[in-house]
């Protein structure tokens, strides 16, 4: 007998398999004990700096997942025609050639007719390079909703090339959190996360300030809760600033002449002043008092103020155009709009700036760095909002302000590649870094009229999806001057009735599909719907090289199977790769995968047109494309990651000598030019939202009804992975347990004012539909806020879910009014009333 990590005996015949967790999608290191072919155990891999030998209890349950009885087994046909939520499909087990062969027709059929009629719904986060088979097919629809990334991706890449960002675990010593979860329940690998967090506040004192309208996790742990009204996230950090440039003048002015474009000379036009000769940016050299070039060496001093004349007009810098925004954002205004009082503003502005640090330096790996031990963390909640490309940046500029981007102690860029920044980091025009669309995981789509998606793609050429309007164009094409009529769905790890805004909507375009498919491995809200079922292999029976992203660490790991498939199952990327053959296009399948995988740079690993690569090939080819010809499969089999600390070089300002962005004149840009574009064709757009400075404004959330006098918001916990794992008994059980799943939390005073008791049924109604929950009372509300749970979210017949279905997704519209016309992100927070259901 030998003993485990955690001290789990096993015997002789037991081995442990490295693989990588699925059970979210952030791929932490595992370690498999597996016992005549069962899994007995799932652990921590203590070699993956990833997540330090750490499982969440998300993780520890995917056991349970592996021998759910409910798992789809074989293929299956539906036998019954009927189709609606909750109605059984009668489930007949097929052949995989059967159940190919119908796919395939009903693929060729529609691709014949016309490929845009095809939807290809992906959710399949461990294996991006599976995301472009709907284009290899010729379709570039996109249903899902952008609840999250939306306004942030695109702000993260126009910023430093990033693809997410957050703060620095290593160094940070005072940490604002608004609308995230990162480090105590959820966005990037919270096991290794919430050990990072414990740690920097344990070892160096850490202080954690939480910004939500909800005591989360995050905000119980917190040193400061600061409860918000939900959606004006954005005046409290614009507030702040205020606070940090008129009354206090305190911010990195070093930073921003040396590493911005703060200084750059704006024209009337807002865009930059150019000298005649040479067409070069302008600035001020204050000290002699004399428009120069960005470049120019005899600068001695940038002027980030002032009004000066240049080519016979008035110009002012970057800078100078956000002070004078900031004039109108007072504590007092933003408190009005955010609720928090305007002394917290003040004095959490004052903290801020203040632990920021502002001057110091450290070195690290033998390099001096400037030091910015303060840095502010957003996500989904502060960004998930109508203008939610002005909250991103908002928050940006508050960290631009103590000069801490990408600096040690800072706000840092999660680059998407895990070559790292080294792979997106280029020079782009006037000594600025580059834009090379490097948020929207796949190439921007050009403009057409009309457009060829039915999320309206090319009308956000800086946007990443706008997939909820889909629930729209759908049910009326010819609104949305669509010339195609979609009728043909793919669900591929994707539960778009659960997930996307609007639910009522979503099932009446589920009812015009004529047939759909699903590649999955257990019964959902969205595959009850289909004709056809294609059962993946699961996450314990599969391949995938998956790429670890940063915080602090990188690099490539494997899952690979750790038992043999129970079932009748195949691995997905095998499914794809075969309908690609039958339907017909494996050719530009394989091109694809070329190009995604990065194999074009080593020809010798390239796929060939006409044949098909299993899954393991693809992999094998892949890792030896980057590492060499003795680091394939083979290699990640026995080694099982190669994920490593990143480097100080990597991590701490990659875009080196050039300068980021503080005014965003790209974004006023690239506004003028889609409206060049798109205006003569007469389509209705608002492009209000293509500013190079944000400020406080309303949206329909804001201004609703006043008979909807409260906020709906959802959120993310620990233990769930979106809502998907709650048909996992462990996981529902713990569910059970967990107060904020105990229903919809509110406000003790906000109940006790419409006669509301704890446990009494009520009747939650928004601008968009009616759901039914029951009331869980608590202090952790802010009072005008109601909570829903992911746990509570969930109506599939699966035995482990009993009707605990208060579908928040029902409240939310999904239309362009509550679209954020820059970035493409929906309005995620509902105005509602809220009643006691009189039976
Ligand atoms: N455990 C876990 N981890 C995950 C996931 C998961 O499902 N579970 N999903 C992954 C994915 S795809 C994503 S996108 C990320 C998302 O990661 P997060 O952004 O961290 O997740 P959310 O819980 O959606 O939103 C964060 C917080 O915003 C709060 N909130 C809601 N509305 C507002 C508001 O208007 N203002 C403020 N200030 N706060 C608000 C919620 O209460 C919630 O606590 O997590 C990833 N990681
Ligand atoms: N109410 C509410 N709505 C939300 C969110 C929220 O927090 N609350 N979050 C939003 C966000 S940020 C996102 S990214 C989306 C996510 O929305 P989805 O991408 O739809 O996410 P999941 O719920 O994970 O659905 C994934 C599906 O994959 C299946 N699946 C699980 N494992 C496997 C596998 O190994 N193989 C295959 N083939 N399938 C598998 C599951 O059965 C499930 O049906 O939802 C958004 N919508
Ligand atoms: S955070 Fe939890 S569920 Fe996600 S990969 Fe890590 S251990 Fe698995
Ligand atoms: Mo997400």
């Keep these: 007998m030998q003993t485990s990590v955690r001290g789990a005996s096993y015997g002789a015949n037991d081995k442990w398999v490295q693989s990588v967790c699925k059970m979210c999608l952030h791929g932490c290191g595992i370690r498999v004990q597996v016992r005549d072919g069962v899994i007995l155990k799932i652990e921590g891999d203590p070699t993956n700096p990833d997540n330090l030998g750490k499982l969440c209890a998300k993780g520890q349950a995917g056991l349970m997942r592996q021998y759910d009885p409910n798992r789809f087994k074989s293929p299956l046909k539906r036998t019954n025609p009927k189709k609606g939520p909750g109605v059984d499909p009668k489930w007949e087990e097929v052949s995989w050639d059967e159940a190919l062969d119908t796919v395939t027709q009903k693929l060729k059929e529609c691709r014949e007719k016309d490929p845009r009629n095809f939807i290809a719904v992906i959710g399949d986060f461990q294996k991006q390079s599976n995301w472009g088979w709907g284009a290899a097919y010729g379709s570039g629809n996109y249903f899902r909703g952008q609840f999250c990334g939306a306004a942030y991706h695109p702000i993260n890449g126009l910023l430093d090339a990033s693809f997410a960002s957050v703060n620095d675990y290593l160094y940070c010593n005072y940490w604002i959190q608004i609308g995230a979860g990162d480090g105590f329940s959820s966005h990037l690998h919270l096991a290794g996360s919430a050990k990072r967090m414990a740690d920097a506040r344990v070892d160096r004192g850490m202080k954690v300030v939480v910004v939500e309208p909800r005591m989360s996790q995050a905000a119980a742990k917190a040193d400061q809760w600061i409860p918000i ?69 005899s600068i001695k001093d940038f002027a980030l103020e002032g009004n000066y004349s240049v080519n016979d007009v008035t110009c002012r810098p970057g800078f100078q155009i956000f002070k004078t925004m900031l004039e109108e954002h007072s504590p007092e205004r933003m408190s009005e709009i955010c609720t928090v009082p305007a002394a917290t503003i003040r004095r959490i502005a004052r903290e801020f700036v203040e632990a920021a640090r502002i001057g110091s330096t450290i070195v690290i790996e033998g390099k001096e760095y400037p030091y910015r031990p303060a840095a502010l963390d957003f996500y989904r909640g502060a ?41 997106w980091v280029a020079p782009g025009e006037d000594g600025m870094l580059g834009h090379n669309g ?31 309007l889909s629930a729209e164009t759908i049910l009326n094409p010819k609104k949305f001057n669509l010339n195609f009529d979609p009728d043909v769905m793919m669900l591929y790890h994707a539960n778009p009735m659960w997930h996307v805004p ?21 019964p959902s809200e969205s595959n009850e719907w289909a004709d056809v079922i294609l059962p993946d292999h699961t996450c314990f029976e599969s391949t995938a090289l998956v790429s670890v992203e940063p915080p602090v660490v990188v690099d490539y790991a494997l899952r690979q199977p750790v038992v043999p ?34 194999l074009v740079r080593t020809p010798q690993y390239m796929l060939a047109p006409d044949k098909k690569y299993s899954v393991e090939e693809i992999c094998d080819r892949a890792a030896k494309s980057r590492y060499g010809e003795s680091c394939g499969l083979e290699w990640f089999k026995e080694h099982g990651h190669r994920v490593r600390y990143m480097t100080a070089k990597e991590q701490y300002m990659p875009y080196g000598e050039l300068r980021i962005p503080f005014y965003f004149d790209y974004v006023k840009k690239i506004g003028d030019e889609l409206r060049a574009k798109l205006e003569p064709h007469g389509v209705e757009w608002d492009y209000s939202g293509y500013v190079a400075v944000p400020y406080w404004r309303s949206s329909p959330v804001h201004d609703a009804p006043s008979k909807y006098d409260l906020y709906a918001i959802g959120f993310k916990t620990a233990e769930l992975n979106f809502a998907e794992n709650l048909t996992i008994p462990w996981i529902y059980e713990l569910v059970g347990k967990v107060p904020a799943h105990q229903g919809v939390l509110i406000n003790p005073a906000t109940a006790k004012a419409r006669g509301i008791s704890d446990g009494d049924m009520i009747v939650i109604e928004s601008v968009q539909d009616e759901i039914i929950g029951i009331a869980k009372l608590t202090e952790g509300m802010q009072p005008e806020t109601i909570g829903i749970s992911n746990g509570i979210t969930r109506w599939v017949y699966h035995p482990t879910i009993k009707a605990r279905a208060t579908h928040f997704n029902a409240l939310l519209p999904a239309s362009l009014e509550y679209t954020d016309y820059f970035t493409g992100a929906v309005e995620t927070t509902a105005r509602v009333s809220v009643r006691r259901l009189e039976r």
């Design 383 to 423: 960004t998930g909002h109508k203008d939610g490309g002005w909250d991103s940046l908002t928050y940006k500029l508050a960290n631009l302000l103590v000069g801490n981007i990408d600096i040690p102690g800072g706000h840092l860029g999660v680059p998407l590649d895990p070559r790292g920044f080294a792979f």
């Design 438 to 468: 490097v948020h929207m995981l796949h190439p921007a789509r050009p403009f057409s009229f009309p457009p060829n998606t039915t999320h309206l793609s090319e009308y956000f050429p800086i946007g990443t999806d706008a997939g909820q």
């Design 565 to 598: 498939p129970m079932y009748n199952t195949r691995d997905a990327t095998d499914i794809l790769t075969d309908l690609a053959d039958r339907v017909g296009f494996l050719g530009v399948w394989n091109d694809l995968q070329n190009f995604i995988w990065g």
């Design 502 to 522: 609007a639910t009522r909507q979503v099932q009446k375009a589920f009812e015009k599909m004529k047939f759909i498919f699903a590649i999955d491995v257990v």
């Design 229 to 297: 009204r939900p959606a004006t996230d954005r005046a409290f950090v614009l507030g702040m600033m205020n606070v940090m440039v008129h009354e206090l003048g305190q911010y990195d002015k070093g930073f921003l002449k040396k590493h911005t474009n703060a200084p750059y000379l704006i024209g009337p036009d807002g865009y930059f002043a150019r000298d005649k000769a040479s067409n070069k940016a302008l600035v001020w050299d204050s000290v002699e008092n004399q428009a120069k070039t960005w470049d120019d060496p």
